[in-house]
């Protein structure tokens, strides 16, 4: 069974720019959540989305945007890039009926500069 | 508000002897922890979860205990080996939270030869 997806691995942006990153979650997963770990800090919980609706989003930002579509994959959006944006972007998914655990995908590494 | 602490930024321990990793939690309404092991440039992998109906979860050589009067979680791994060195993270949801994981902000564990 394929674990959760994401690209792309790495993308290197310049301040100011926008970047996409995609996630694709385990198959039957509805849940689909975005995680910030910046260098030396821990998981910064962003945003998570079920059955296409936003459920709650962390202390980011307006410009940390994203959606979930039909096939429950999912889009993170970053407008307006900031130098300290730089971190590993961390897609997980859960299914709904099976408990709390969430499965990591390996990440995104976004650089700005 | 750091809601879940993990004190400890790093650990050294000799292999074949216990690690132990602990992790505090101030949310009265958490009522599900978990922890995560991550290595460097992957995403966290879920190792072991533990219920507040229970205060002992055990697998395989790692096991969670729950002291929920104390809001104490701690990982022991018995025994050490050098392929547990990495990033351990515990998480804690519920309440409000519920659905959510919120993270602590690590520990490194580094198991010697």
């Known amino acids: 069974e394929a674990g959760v997806t994401q690209s792309p691995t790495h993308l290197i942006k310049t301040r100011g720019q926008q970047a996409t990153l995609r996630c694709s979650p385990i198959s039957g997963h509805t849940s689909v959540y975005w995680y910030q770990q910046a260098l030396g800090l821990g998981l910064q919980f962003l945003l998570w989305y079920d059955e296409g609706e936003e459920r709650n989003r962390g202390n980011f930002p307006p410009r940390f945007s994203g959606r979930q579509f039909p096939n429950y994959s999912s889009e993170l959006n970053v407008n307006a890039l900031e130098l300290e944006d730089s971190a590993l972007y961390l897609c997980?998914?859960?299914?709904?009926?099976?408990?709390?655990?969430?499965?990591f995908g390996e990440g995104s590494w976004l650089t700005v500069v | 508000d750091q809601q879940v602490k993990q004190n400890s930024p790093s650990l050294s321990v000799q292999e074949g002897r216990i690690s132990i990793l602990n992790c505090d939690y101030t949310n009265s309404m958490f009522d599900y922890f978990l922890w995560y092991k991550k290595y460097p440039a992957e995403g966290p992998t879920f190792l072991i979860s533990?219920?507040?109906?229970?205060d002992k979860n055990e697998d395989g050589r790692f096991t969670v205990f729950l002291n929920k009067s104390a809001k104490h979680l701690s990982l022991h791994i018995v025994p050490s080996q050098p392929g547990d060195s990495a990033v351990y993270f515990c998480a804690a949801t519920g309440g409000t939270s519920y659905g959510k994981l919120t993270f602590g902000q690590g520990t490194i564990l580094t198991v010697h030869p």
């Open positions: 997980a998914s859960r299914f709904k009926s099976s408990g709390n655990t969430i499965y």
């Open positions: 533990i219920s507040s109906i229970k």
